[in-house]
């Protein structure tokens, strides 16, 4: 508070300081810093390639709120500035704002629920792999010694998260073979029906695995 009415500083804070400030999201990357990079883009540019200091900040102040609550959560930037200033802090070409790529919005993937019905029972702990599954998708660097170069999907081990996606289904045994079904929710909207899986116990997993994978990489 000082600084910037004796200096002309502008700060801009992640979030205020009893708050969290989130570095790892479905969107890559820090909110804060996907906002910055939205901006510098083009959202909020003088006279096309300018960068103001103020519309800079401000931008991110207003925008990081919105992309919190997609994640369930709650940030608010802080921003600390001397009235009625502003400056120009860099400039970007056309050329520049190609070499910003922006991640997509990763979805955002809840705890699988597998059984067998009647009793909803999981003999095969198909549900447990699954889990596994989904939790290196989510890793940058299983995902990086594939060859890919960031995760088609961010996955929690809980039951419930605003507009995340839970996978559920059932599954039933046949001599050696398993034969699933599977579906994908929103909430209470159904929004993926996969063609039933079979494949063997030794590889009824994977199979699961890529069936899922494959799926969320169309809703991407």
């Given at each position: 508070e000082f600084l910037k009415?004796?200096?002309g500083t502008f700060v801009l804070m992640g979030s205020t300081a009893d708050a969290p400030s989130y570095e790892a999201s479905q969107f890559g990357?820090?909110?804060?810093?996907?906002?910055l990079l939205q901006?510098?883009?083009?959202?909020?540019?003088?006279?096309g390639e300018f960068i103001d200091v103020r519309k800079l900040f401000t931008y991110a102040e207003r925008e990081v709120p919105k992309m919190a609550t997609n994640i369930g959560?709650?940030?608010?930037?802080i921003v600390s500035a001397p009235l009625g200033k502003t400056f120009v802090i860099g400039?970007?070409?056309?050329?520049?704002?190609?070499?910003?790529t922006l991640p997509q919005?990763?979805?955002?993937?809840?705890?699988?629920?597998?059984?067998?019905?009647?009793?909803?029972?999981?003999?095969?702990?198909?549900?447990?792999?699954?889990?596994?599954?989904?939790?290196?998708e989510s890793s940058y660097e299983v995902v990086n010694r594939r060859g890919d170069k960031?995760?088609?999907?961010i996955y929690i081990d809980d039951d419930s998260f605003p507009d995340a996606i839970q996978i559920t289904g059932t599954y039933k045994i046949e001599g050696d073979?398993?034969?699933?079904?599977?579906?994908?929710?929103?909430?209470?909207?159904?929004?993926?029906?996969l063609p039933e899986i079979t494949a063997g116990k030794d590889e009824i997993n994977q199979k699961l695995l890529d069936a899922v994978r494959n799926e969320l990489a169309k809703l991407k």
């Open positions: 009415d004796k200096t990357q820090g909110l804060l810093t996907y906002s901006a510098m883009k083009g959202a909020e540019l003088d006279k959560g709650v940030q608010r930037p400039q970007m070409t056309d050329s520049d704002k190609k070499q910003i919005p990763k979805p955002i993937i809840l705890r699988p629920q597998l059984g067998m019905l009647p009793r909803n029972n999981d003999p095969l702990n198909l549900t447990a792999e699954l889990r596994k599954g989904l939790d290196a960031e995760p088609i999907l073979n398993v034969k699933v079904k599977i579906y994908l929710f929103k909430g209470d909207k159904e929004i993926a029906d």
